[in-house]
């Protein structure tokens, strides 16, 4: 009964030593949160503002001829998984590949793989999958620079004619407690169309004087749009990463007070009945010198 009661003292000190790991890395994440929704928060106008001047280039622009905007026939599909570089984090990462594998299944085409972080990486390479191209280590705040760099080999891919569309599949943060994996199909571009009947606001100027010409700063705006797109993919994916990890620490944290409570109720009841059936001999030897 005494190794028993020890043992149990023994299981809970260690589950109070992963009870201790879990509530840091809960507030480890809680803080990362906090930077990357504001990060977050920061980028989404910029790329709706570049959304918005392109679709104002293209009123002033007769016929687009940019070959990011011109459809293919599709042989080829290509998609970028956006996953974590590190685990702890949930059903974040199941999730994304999950859908990622929903629609690649959908398609009857031949379908390739661009896999951004080490667990979407690691998962595909144990079925055998082969990508056109990994990116790995982000770190915990996502740069420009390597969303230039993904974009790059995007256009790349895609003007190679490796693949006949990129489509980003990553996880969008809605709020610390949903997130909710997404498909946005980057290339081709699909020319923006301005309906007659769409509302403009009072006093908008309607016709710009561009220099040198529409097209050519449709050309130039191009590449930042794709790049815009590629990095707020990634602060979104690390937005709903880090969410997810707080939640699932803080689940880790709440079930470790709740196994201490329950082996510390066990421990408590095994060490009453030893009390008590100590006393009870006690109690019946007395009775036994009595007699």
Same mark, same amino acid.
């Given at each position: 009964?005494a190794?028993?009661?020890r043992?149990?003292?023994?299981?809970?000190?260690?589950?109070? &030593?992963?009870?201790?790991?879990?509530?840091?890395?809960?507030?480890?994440?809680?803080?990362?949160?906090?930077?990357?929704?504001?990060?977050?928060? /920061?980028?989404?106008?910029? /790329?709706?503002?570049?959304?918005?001047?392109?679709?104002?280039?293209?009123?002033?622009?007769?016929?687009?001829?940019?070959?990011?905007?011109? =459809?293919?026939?599709?042989?080829?599909?290509?998609?970028?998984?956006?996953?974590?570089?590190?685990g702890?984090?949930?059903?974040f990462?199941?999730h994304?590949?999950r859908?990622?594998?929903?629609?690649?299944?959908?398609?009857?085409?031949?379908v390739?793989?661009?896999?951004?972080?080490?667990?979407?990486?690691?998962?595909?390479?144990?079925?055998?999958?082969?990508?056109?191209?990994?990116?790995?280590?982000?770190?915990?705040?996502?740069?420009?620079?390597q969303?230039?760099?993904? +974009?790059?080999?995007?256009?790349?891919?895609?003007?190679?004619n490796?693949?006949?569309?990129? &489509?980003l599949?990553?996880?969008e943060?809605i709020?610390?407690g949903r997130?909710? =994996?997404v498909?946005?199909?980057?290339?081709?571009?699909?020319?923006?169309?301005?309906e007659?009947s769409?509302?403009?606001?009072?006093g908008?100027v /309607?016709?710009?004087?561009?220099?040198?010409?529409?097209?050519?700063?449709l050309?130039?705006?191009?590449?930042?749009?794709?790049? +815009?797109?590629?990095?707020?993919?990634?602060?979104?994916?690390? +937005?709903?990463?880090?969410?997810?990890?707080m939640?699932?620490?803080?689940?880790? #944290?709440e079930?470790?007070?709740?196994?201490?409570?329950?082996? #510390?109720?066990? /421990?408590?009841?095994?060490?009453?009945?030893?009390? #008590?059936?100590?006393?009870s001999?006690?109690?019946?030897? +007395?009775?036994?010198?009595?007699?």
């Amino acid at each position: 009964m005494a190794e028993h009661v020890r043992d149990i003292k023994r299981r809970i000190r260690s589950i109070q &030593n992963t009870e201790q790991i879990t509530k840091a890395m809960e507030m480890v994440a809680a803080a990362r949160l906090r930077h990357a929704q504001e990060r977050v928060e /920061s980028a989404r106008p910029y /790329s709706e503002k570049i959304d918005e001047l392109i679709r104002r280039l293209a009123e002033n622009t007769s016929e687009i001829t940019h070959p990011l905007f011109i =459809p293919r026939e599709r042989h080829k599909v290509g998609y970028v998984v956006f996953t974590s570089d590190s685990g702890l984090c949930g059903a974040f990462n199941s999730h994304v590949i999950r859908r990622a594998e929903v629609e690649m299944s959908a398609q009857e085409v031949d379908v390739s793989l661009v896999i951004v972080g080490r667990k979407g990486r690691d998962y595909f390479r144990r079925r055998n999958h082969t990508f056109l191209a990994e990116f790995l280590a982000i770190g915990d705040k996502p740069l420009m620079s390597q969303a230039r760099g993904i +974009a790059g080999a995007l256009v790349d891919l895609y003007n190679g004619n490796i693949v006949d569309e990129v &489509n980003l599949v990553y996880t969008e943060f809605i709020s610390t407690g949903r997130q909710q =994996p997404v498909m946005f199909k980057l290339l081709p571009l699909t020319a923006p169309q301005i309906e007659e009947s769409e509302e403009r606001d009072e006093g908008a100027v /309607s016709d710009y004087i561009i220099e040198p010409d529409a097209q050519s700063v449709l050309e130039m705006l191009l590449p930042r749009f794709i790049e +815009a797109e590629i990095f707020r993919a990634q602060l979104e994916a690390k +937005a709903s990463e880090e969410a997810a990890r707080m939640l699932a620490m803080g689940n880790a #944290t709440e079930n470790a007070k709740e196994m201490i409570d329950q082996l #510390t109720l066990l /421990s408590n009841k095994l060490r009453q009945a030893a009390i #008590t059936r100590e006393i009870s001999e006690i109690v019946g030897g +007395a009775e036994a010198l009595k007699g």
